[in-house]
């Protein structure tokens, strides 16, 4: 299988959706833009958040098994995809890409 990495590369927050419809929490999204995590096998990276990773799993899995042009064309380097996790508040864009 090869390896996948995955790079944050933008992080945005609306603040507007907060204040109408989140109730107030401690604790939020950890990941910065410029984080790397590797894929090995397929797998989510020990550290990598759930909900991030359920938004793209079925994406690195098929890099990981030599897949890839999704949607006939999308990317310009077939074998990467752009996922953003599911935070509607504050999501995170991710590039995800085969490495040898």
């Known amino acids: 299988m090869k390896k996948v990495k995955i790079t944050a590369v933008r992080k945005v927050c ?16 950890d990941v910065e833009e410029g984080m790397v995590w590797i894929c090995e096998n397929g797998e989510k990276p020990e550290d990598f958040c759930d909900s991030a990773w359920d938004s793209m799993s079925a994406f690195v899995k098929t890099l990981a098994s030599g897949g890839g ?6 990317m310009k380097n077939p074998y990467s995809a752009m996922i953003s996790c599911n935070d509607g508040f504050r999501p995170v864009s991710f590039y995800l890409e085969t490495i040898e």
Do not use: R
């Open 14 to 29: 609306y603040g507007d959706l907060m204040a109408q419809y989140e109730n107030p929490i401690e604790h939020t999204c």
């Open 69 to 74: 042009n999704f949607y006939d064309g999308w």
